[in-house]
C-alpha cells in the first residue's frame, strides 16, 4: 500500500483517491542524490559510533578521534545532500574522498600488517569518489539557469494604457476605505449549513 | 481524473485520481479550465510549510465551468457559470467573514482543532494546501469540489480570456492587498522585495494606487526587466547594496513602505551570512524560515513606516531586531489574502482595461506537464516567472 492511499486516515472520505501514479517532479540526478546523502549518514554514524573497529580493521589505530570527525563530517555532508542544496552537499562529499584517500594513503605502505584491508578501502572510497563528481556534476547541471538564453520582458508593463496613464489611477483607495469595496455577502441560514465543508 | 499530486519533499506527479463529488449541500465541481502554479506552492513543493500528506492535490490557483451544484448552493450559482475560485474558502457567515476578513473565516477549516492547537486560533481553509487548512484537494487537477462554493467563487463574464482573470484567484488580489494595506501616500516610496508573480502584482498595484516611487529588489535580471516595464525602479542585490541604494534614492531617510513579496525562503548566499545560518538551522529544524527580507525591511524602513508582508512564513524566526521595530514605530501588516474583499473592485479594473494580469505568464504548459513546470519555476529556468496550466 502506497503512502497516498496509506495518509487516506487524515482525509476526509470522499477526497480523491490515488488510483495510479505518473512520472514525478524528482529527476534521476536528484534521486542519486538522495541515495548518497544517506549512504553519508549510515557510514558517518558508523564512524561516529564504532571509531575504534574502523581504526582497527584498515590499521590507523590510535586515530579514534580522527574517524570520529570524519564521520561528523559524512553526517554534515549527507544531510546537506538530502536538502534542496544538494549540489553543494555533493561537492562537498567530493572534497571529503579527496581528504579520505590523502588519509587513507600512508596506510597503503608496507610496514602497515593491514595493508590489504587499507587498500580495498582505498579502492572503494576511489569508486565512490567518481561517482560522488558525477552526481555533483549532475545534480549542478540540472538545476542550473541557462545564463545566455534570458527572454525579454521590457514590453511587459500589464497596463493596457502604459505606465503613464496608470500612475495614481486608483488613488481614490485607501485602506479604510478597503471594506466598502468588500463584497457584500448574503446574511446567512446558519441552521441548515453545515459547520465544515 | 488527472492532478498533480504531492508525494513528498520535491515530488509531485502527475496521477490519476478519483474523481471528487458533491459531500455538502453547498459544494459545488468545477471543470477545471486553466490552473497555476504559485510561489506558495513552492513552499509545499519545499516541504517547508507542516502537514502535507503523500497523496494531497495541490494548486490553489484555478477557474473553470461549474459541472454540478449541491441542493444547498440556494441558485447564487448555477451549472455553466463560469467562475474563478479564491485560494481562501469563505462560509461568508461569520463573524470574520462578515468583517470583510475572509482568509480567517471561522468555519471553513475542517481540521479546526489541529489549527487551534497550531496558531492558537484556526485560520480559514485554502484548497492544495496544508492539513492546518483544512487538506483540502486543490485544483491542479481537471475537477474541482469546492466547498461553500455559494461563497466561495468569483462570477467572470464570458468574452474575456482565461489569462486574464486567473490571477483574480490569488496573486492579483494579494499584490493589491500588500499595497492597499501599506496605505500609500501620494509623496511615498514604496520598495518590494522580491519580483515573482506577487512582487510583480504588487508593483502594479502601488502603482496603481498613486506611490511617488516604486523600487523592485530581486536578483533574476528578467525579473527585474518585468519589474522596470512597470513602472519599478529595480535593484539587484546580489550587484548592488540594498541598503545603500534605498537610502540614496530617499535622501537617507528610507523608504515609507516596505513589501516583503518573498517569504520565507529568502536567497542563500555568503553575501548574506545570516541567510547561511538561518538555512543551516532550517536544515536541522532549529528554524523554519529564513527571515533575511523582514531584518532588511526593519533596518531599511523609515521609522513611522509600514511593512506590509504577503510573503508567507510557516513558524518561528530567529533574528528578528524587535528593538529596532519597536523604537522606529513601524506598522506591520500582514496575512493570507482576503481574497473575496477584493474581487469585485479587480474584475472591474481587468474589465475597464486599467490593469492586464496576463503580463506575468511565461510559460503555458498542459497538466501533465506540470510536474516538470514546478522544477522549471522552482530553478527560475528559462526566464519563468509564472507557469499558466490547461488540463
Ligand atoms: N499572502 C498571501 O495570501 C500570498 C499569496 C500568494 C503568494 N504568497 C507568497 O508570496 C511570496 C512570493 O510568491 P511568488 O509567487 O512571487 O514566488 P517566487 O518564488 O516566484 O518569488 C520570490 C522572489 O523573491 C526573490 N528573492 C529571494 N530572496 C530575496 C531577497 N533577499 N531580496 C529580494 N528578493 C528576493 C526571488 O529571487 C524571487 O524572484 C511567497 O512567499 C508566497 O508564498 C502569499
Ligand atoms: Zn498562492
Ligand atoms: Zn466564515
Not at chain 1, 557510514?43 to 561516529?48: H, V, W
Not at chain 2, 492532478?3 to 465541481?29: F, N
Not at chain 2, 547561511?276 to 529544524?285: E, P, S, T
Request: glycine residues 10%; contains cysteine.
Amino acid at each position: 500500500m502506497s503512502l497516498a492511499n496509506l495518509s487516506r486516515i487524515a482525509r476526509a472520505e470522499g477526497d480523491p483517491k490515488v488510483l495510479q501514479t505518473g512520472r514525478s517532479s524528482l529527476p534521476t540526478a536528484d534521486r542519486v542524490a538522495r541515495s548518497l546523502g544517506w549512504f553519508s549518514i549510515a557510514l558517518g554514524l558508523t564512524e561516529l559510533f564504532a571509531p575504534g573497529a574502523i581504526a582497527r580493521t584498515l590499521g590507523l589505530d590510535g586515530r579514534k578521534g580522527l574517524v570520529r570527525a570524519y564521520g561528523a563530517r559524512e553526517i554534515g555532508a549527507g544531510v546537506v545532500s538530502l536538502s534542496t542544496e544538494r549540489s553543494l552537499g555533493l561537492w562537498s562529499r567530493v572534497a571529503g574522498d579527496a581528504l579520505d584517500l590523502a588519509t587513507l594513503a600512508p596506510a597503503l605502505g608496507r610496514d602497515n600488517p593491514k595493508r590489504r584491508a587499507a587498500a580495498l578501502a582505498f579502492t572503494l572510497v576511489a569508486g565512490v569518489a567518481l561517482i560522488d563528481v558525477v552526481a555533483a556534476g549532475s545534480a549542478t547541471a540540472v538545476h542550473a539557469r541557462a545564463p545566455n538564453r534570458r527572454r525579454n520582458y521590457r514590453d511587459r508593463s500589464g497596463f493596457p494604457q502604459g505606465v503613464a496613464a496608470a500612475r495614481g489611477a486608483a488613488a481614490a483607495l485607501r485602506a479604510h476605505d478597503d471594506l466598502a469595496t468588500a463584497r457584500r455577502l448574503p446574511a446567512g441560514s446558519e441552521a441548515k449549513a453545515p459547520a465544515v465543508g | 481524473m488527472r492532478a498533480l499530486v504531492w508525494h513528498g519533499k520535491e515530488d509531485i506527479r502527475c496521477d490519476s485520481v478519483s474523481d471528487p463529488q458533491i459531500e455538502h449541500p453547498r459544494d459545488a465541481i468545477i471543470k477545471v479550465t486553466s490552473c497555476a502554479i504559485c510561489g506558495s506552492d513552492l513552499h509545499l513543493f519545499h516541504n517547508f510549510i507542516p502537514a502535507m500528506l503523500p497523496g494531497d492535490i495541490m494548486g490553489h490557483e484555478t477557474m473553470g465551468e461549474v459541472v454540478e451544484v449541491g441542493s444547498g448552493v440556494d441558485g447564487r450559482l448555477a451549472v455553466g457559470d463560469r467562475v474563478v475560485i479564491p485560494f481562501t474558502i469563505t462560509c461568508g457567515e461569520c463573524d470574520q467573514c462578515r468583517a470583510g476578513n475572509f482568509s480567517v473565516c471561522q468555519r471553513s477549516n475542517r481540521n479546526k482543532a489541529l489549527a487551534d492547537k497550531a496558531f492558537g486560533h484556526a485560520t480559514a481553509g485554502l484548497f492544495g494546501y496544508t492539513h492546518l487548512t483544512g487538506g483540502y484537494p486543490g485544483g491542479q487537477a481537471e475537477y474541482l469540489r469546492v466547498p461553500f462554493a455559494d461563497t466561495t467563487h468569483i462570477k467572470v463574464p464570458d468574452g474575456i480570456p482565461d489569462e486574464k482573470l486567473l490571477f483574480l484567484s490569488d496573486i492579483l488580489p494579494t499584490g493589491w492587498q500588500a499595497a492597499v494595506q501599506a496605505e500609500i501616500e501620494p509623496t511615498d516610496t514604496v520598495a518590494i522585495w522580491g519580483c515573482g508573480p506577487v512582487g510583480q502584482m504588487a508593483i502594479r498595484s502601488a502603482v496603481l494606487l498613486g506611490a511617488e516611487r516604486v523600487v523592485a529588489i530581486d536578483r533574476l535580471p528578467e525579473r527585474l526587466d518585468m519589474a522596470e516595464a512597470g513602472g519599478a525602479i529595480p535593484i539587484n542585490f546580489e550587484t548592488e547594496s540594498v541598503i545603500d541604494r534605498l537610502n540614496d534614492l530617499t535622501g537617507g531617510e528610507g523608504p515609507h513602505k516596505c513589501i516583503d513579496a518573498t517569504g520565507l525562503e529568502s536567497h542563500v548566499s555568503a553575501a548574506q551570512p545570516d541567510t547561511l545560518i538561518d538555512r543551516m538551522k532550517q536544515m536541522i529544524g532549529l528554524e523554519t524560515d529564513r527571515p533575511h527580507v523582514l531584518r532588511e525591511m526593519i533596518y531599511v524602513c523609515r521609522p513611522a513606516g509600514v511593512l506590509s508582508i504577503p510573503g508567507v512564513y510557516a513558524g518561528i524566526d530567529d533574528g528578528i531586531p524587535m528593538g529596532m521595530l519597536m523604537n522606529k514605530g513601524l506598522t506591520v501588516r500582514t496575512g493570507q489574502t482576503h481574497v473575496a474583499r477584493w474581487s469585485d473592485d479587480l474584475l472591474r479594473r481587468i474589465e475597464d482595461g486599467q490593469i492586464d494580469p496576463s503580463f506575468v505568464i511565461t510559460h503555458k504548459a498542459r497538466l501533465e506537464d506540470g510536474p516538470d513546470m514546478y522544477r522549471v519555476f522552482r530553478d527560475k529556468q528559462d526566464g519563468c516567472v509564472k507557469v499558466f496550466l490547461q488540463p
